[in-house]
């Protein structure tokens, strides 16, 4: 069985941070925005996150699936799944056929809901402050902000590429203390991968998925 890193990285925040940043932040133009730097897609995105998690109403147990809702549908908004388990799975992408690569994507995607949409839920109060945008290439740029939670602060980086196909900003990685989330995966599926083949890694994310949506159904009972 794959293990998971429970470390301080992976953490309540880490959700929170790959909802925030893996981001083409469509809804900031709705609102009016004329600045579309990476930094200003992240802040606008992390106060829409924000205001869910903070809105008094939405916090009664009552709405807890609405809630959810919400969340889940503001990261179907700016999460480019197709981008990010290519990314995740890097060189061994070729070894997977289309109908493969789709069961990994959706599996991918099912296990990180079911680990840290949970999580993002136990917001706190935790403060987010935005510090500088670093262009790393004329297309790729990073933008650095820090969690701050009992007088501790957190660095956590995000990564944004510029999409060819129409000039937006989407997020490719996150960086939490110089822990890459992508990174992190990448290492597990590796292993997986290079010693038992795609069939296995499959396996094992079905599992994984059926194992976590269990301890979520017992949680609520």
């Given at each position: 069985m794959i293990k998971y890193k429970r470390n301080k990285l992976v953490s309540i925040f880490v959700m929170f941070c790959l909802a925030l940043c893996l981001s083409v932040l469509m809804a900031g133009t709705a609102i009016g925005t004329v600045d579309h730097t990476p930094r200003k897609q992240i802040e606008n995105l992390v106060n829409q996150v924000l205001d869910i998690l903070k809105d008094p109403e939405l916090r009664k147990p009552e709405k807890a699936e609405l809630r959810r809702e919400k969340l889940r549908n503001l990261v179907g908004q700016i999460f480019d799944l197709d981008f990010i388990a290519h990314r995740v799975?890097?060189?061994?992408?070729?070894?997977?056929?289309?109908?493969?690569?789709?069961?990994?994507?959706?599996?991918?995607?099912?296990?990180?809901?079911?680990?840290?949409?949970?999580?993002?839920?136990?917001?706190?109060?935790?403060?987010?402050?935005?510090?500088?945008?670093?262009?790393?290439?004329?297309?790729?740029?990073?933008?650095?902000?820090?969690?701050?939670?009992?007088?501790?602060?957190?660095?956590?980086?995000?990564?944004?590429?510029?999409?060819?196909?129409?000039?937006?900003?989407?997020?490719?990685?996150?960086?939490?203390?110089?822990?890459?989330l992508v990174k992190n995966y990448r290492s597990q599926f590796y292993q997986v991968l290079k010693k038992k083949g795609v069939d296995e890694l499959l396996a094992m994310l079905r599992e994984k998925v059926k194992n976590l949506s269990k301890q979520a159904q017992s949680a609520k009972n």
């Amino acid at each position: 069985m794959i293990k998971y890193k429970r470390n301080k990285l992976v953490s309540i925040f880490v959700m929170f941070c790959l909802a925030l940043c893996l981001s083409v932040l469509m809804a900031g133009t709705a609102i009016g925005t004329v600045d579309h730097t990476p930094r200003k897609q992240i802040e606008n995105l992390v106060n829409q996150v924000l205001d869910i998690l903070k809105d008094p109403e939405l916090r009664k147990p009552e709405k807890a699936e609405l809630r959810r809702e919400k969340l889940r549908n503001l990261v179907g908004q700016i999460f480019d799944l197709d981008f990010i388990a290519h990314r995740v799975l890097g060189r061994y992408n070729r070894r997977f056929t289309p109908k493969q690569f789709q069961e990994f994507k959706e599996l991918f995607s099912k296990m990180l809901e079911s680990i840290y949409l949970t999580r993002i839920e136990n917001y706190s109060g935790e403060k987010v402050v935005f510090e500088d945008e670093r262009m790393l290439s004329p297309t790729k740029a990073a933008v650095l902000t820090k969690i701050i939670k009992d007088g501790k602060e957190i660095p956590v980086e995000y990564r944004l590429v510029k999409r060819k196909k129409d000039g937006k900003w989407i997020g490719y990685d996150v960086v939490i203390e110089g822990v890459s989330l992508v990174k992190n995966y990448r290492s597990q599926f590796y292993q997986v991968l290079k010693k038992k083949g795609v069939d296995e890694l499959l396996a094992m994310l079905r599992e994984k998925v059926k194992n976590l949506s269990k301890q979520a159904q017992s949680a609520k009972n």
